[in-house]
């Protein structure tokens, strides 16, 4: 079934961001894997899905949520995360910022998944808003070597600059 003309333009965007966060991810380090054009459609989409409500933030927060999401779905090994916390997590008193780290990645999470290949972002769900200036999601991974699944949490908040980061 074709994609709606729509969909197909953010999806073509989105793929350009995505392939040039690779890019220059492998340029520093080869922990982090290329997601596949499948993967990077199903990010989209799964992106796309935020409630009326959360669209205009959800789409304010995309320089921060893209790379954040292919970084979790992509993440071989503990270099990847180099530089993800500082850039973009802001909440300097939550467990993430303290020390997190590529071995708290979802990848790692699936006990049977290669690490070798990107994981799938099945749906991103359960988006509610929590303050004007803050919203969560959870988003479901899937490693399609295993066939596992893991659930991730996130909370994405607005900074009095206008900057979008994860809480």
């Known amino acids: 079934m074709p994609m709606p003309r729509s969909f197909v333009l953010p999806a073509l965007a989105g793929a350009a961001v995505l392939a040039g966060l690779s890019v220059q991810a492998d340029a520093a380090s080869s922990s982090l894997a290329r997601p596949d ?22 789409a304010a927060a995309m320089p921060t949520l893209r790379p954040f999401a292919v970084t979790l779905m992509c993440v071989q090994d503990d270099r990847a995360t180099q530089g993800l916390v500082a850039r973009f997590v802001g909440s300097r008193g939550t467990a993430m910022f303290n020390g997190w780290a590529g071995a708290n990645s979802p990848g790692k999470r699936i006990r049977s998944h290669d690490m ?52």
């Open 116 to 167: 070798v290949g990107c994981l799938s972002v099945t749906r991103i769900q359960n988006w509610k808003r929590v303050a004007a200036n803050e919203f969560k999601f959870d988003i479901l991974f899937t490693a399609e070597d295993s066939g596992e699944s893991y659930l991730w949490n996130t909370v994405v908040h607005k900074e009095p600059d206008g900057t979008w980061l994860i809480a």
């Open 37 to 58: 054009p499948t993967q990077v459609q199903g990010l989209e989409r799964a992106l796309a899905s935020a409630p009326a409500a959360l669209k205009a933030d959800v």
